[in-house]
């Protein structure tokens, strides 16, 4: 199993900013994963972070805007950039074990 | 490509009544099915899980699901529902790289 926690838990944001969140697990793993649900919709994969490559996106969603890193197998960030209302969304990092753990979650109100 | 659809976005169910929870995929290469559970302001936690073997698989919470590979469905049922298992529900279809794709959710809301 996998324990995950993100910072931060919960943050409101001015639009035109960006926001750092901080995925940290308790154990090295290879993959992870970042994902987004907006409110009241399900899971969309943003990226996969595997450490020692760069991160791969998904369609729709861009390096620029969402830059992400993963210097060493317990710990990855995502970086959402020039943030506008419609990046409002649960941020949640995931990392597979045999099957895929999820962390809490960062919720982001953009102002 | 593969997708997951589940067929009802609301459930309301009373305490101590079965449930069933359908989901529905498509997927060209070998299916590796999940059902994840989201407790209000939680974050998502594993039910169960098809990866191969037998189609009636068990989990966690007196839930179980039946791999059903003609239909391509997966659903997920309780014998007896509890007022905690108010909560939203997620169907998912893995690829043979890990990735996760979703279902839109089911909403259960158990009454007394």
């Known amino acids: 199993s996998a324990v995950i926690s993100q910072k931060p838990s919960r943050d409101i944001c001015q639009r035109g900013t960006s926001l750092t969140i901080q995925c940290q697990v308790d154990?090295?793993?290879?993959?992870m994963f970042w994902y987004r649900q907006q409110p009241g919709q399900s899971l969309t994969l943003i990226a996969t972070?595997?450490?020692?490559?760069?991160?791969?996106?998904e369609s729709g969603f861009v390096i620029d805007k969402f830059p992400i890193s993963r210097p060493n197998l317990t710990f990855s960030t995502l970086t959402v950039s020039n943030m506008s209302p419609e990046d409002s969304s649960i941020y949640l990092c995931?990392?597979?074990?045999?099957?895929?753990?999820f962390g809490p979650g960062t919720r982001l109100t953009v102002l | 490509a593969q997708s997951v659809t589940q067929l009802d976005s609301q459930v309301p169910v009373f305490e101590e009544a079965p449930v069933e929870l359908r989901c529905n995929y498509s997927?060209?290469?070998?299916?590796?099915l999940f059902w994840y559970v989201q407790y209000p302001n939680q974050g998502l936690q594993l039910l169960l899980k098809y990866l191969s073997g037998s189609t009636l698989v068990k989990g966690i919470n007196g839930f179980e699901a039946e791999f059903n590979k003609s239909q391509t469905s997966f659903h997920l049922r309780k014998p007896s529902v509890h007022i905690s298992d108010t909560a939203e529900y997620f169907c998912?279809?893995?690829?043979?790289?890990?990735?996760?794709?979703f279902g839109a959710g089911t909403t259960v809301t158990v009454r007394a």
């Open positions: 154990s090295q793993v290879t993959m």
């Open positions: 995931s990392v597979e074990v045999n099957e895929q753990f």
């Open positions: 998912a279809v893995r690829s043979n790289d890990y990735k996760l794709s």
């Open positions: 972070a595997n450490q020692g490559s760069e991160a791969t996106y």
């Open positions: 997927s060209s290469v070998s299916v590796y």
